[in-house]
């Protein structure tokens, strides 16, 4: 009974360096999501996914990288880590019509 | 482009109180509206979904109610218990209906 699994759960990054964050779901959801919450901003999405194989982005996408091989793994990159994206991070599944939204516990993200 | 707002952005009362949170949106054609709760240091759990055609999903303590011709939801939390205390977000899927649109959320603390 996982739902959603977020790995790591903590990481902290020197300016520049690269990560990726896994986010894994077993509920065959077809939609898949990636968030990050900033004091006083919400939550704003990155880029989602509708299905394996495709990606789009999102409301702040810049400096991100995502890639949906297979239908049930979501992963999230950075390619050169920067302060600004010191945050947390959360992914979500949902089946369509963005019914029975699950989220992961989220990773929280240091970049120095 | 769709946004939500939560007011207010944070909520103390002592317990046996009856609340209600507000939310609103500005673009009045969703076909759903979510009430998510979130723990410090978690991720988001699902309350209550409100389909466009209903008018009030309940839920235990909870009730939430949705008005899409003036852009509103409430949250109703009867008989605040302090393991209430958490953050509050209202969401809304987005012009595409492939994400949700979080607002920025209500802290509540219910002091015993």
């Known amino acids: 009974n996982a739902g959603v699994t977020q790995t790591p759960k903590f990481r902290v990054l020197k300016t520049g360096q690269s990560m990726t964050l896994l986010c894994a779901q077993d509920?065959?959801?077809?939609?898949m999501y990636w968030y990050r919450q900033d004091p006083g901003m919400g939550l704003r999405l990155i880029h989602y996914?509708?299905?394996?194989?495709?990606?789009a982005k999102g409301e702040v996408p810049d400096g991100y990288n995502v890639s949906r091989l297979k239908k049930q793994n979501f992963l999230l990159g950075l390619e050169s880590a920067a302060p600004s994206q010191t945050s947390v991070y959360f992914c979500?599944?949902?089946?369509?019509?963005?019914?029975?939204?699950?989220f992961g516990s989220g990773t929280r993200l240091t970049v120095v | 482009k769709q946004e939500v707002t939560q007011i207010p952005a944070a909520l103390s009362v002592p317990e046996g109180e009856n609340l209600v949170l507000n939310c609103s949106f500005t673009?009045?054609?969703?076909?759903?509206l979510q009430w998510f709760r979130q723990d410090p240091g978690k991720g988001l759990t699902s309350l209550l979904l409100?389909?466009?055609?209903?008018r009030e999903q309940t839920s235990g303590r909870l009730n939430a109610s949705l008005d899409k011709s003036s852009g509103r939801s409430t949250l109703y939390i009867a008989a605040s218990q302090p393991g209430d205390s958490a953050t509050y977000l209202c969401?809304?899927?987005?012009?595409?209906?492939?994400?949700?649109?979080f607002g920025k959320g209500t802290t509540l603390s219910v002091s015993s």
């Open positions: 969401a809304v899927p987005d012009q595409a209906g492939t994400a949700l649109i």
């Open positions: 509920m065959n959801h077809e939609y």
């Open positions: 996914s509708v299905g394996e194989g495709t990606t």
């Open positions: 979500a599944s949902s089946n369509r019509d963005v019914y029975g939204y699950t």
């Open positions: 409100i389909q466009s055609s209903q």
């Open positions: 673009d009045s054609a969703i076909y759903n």
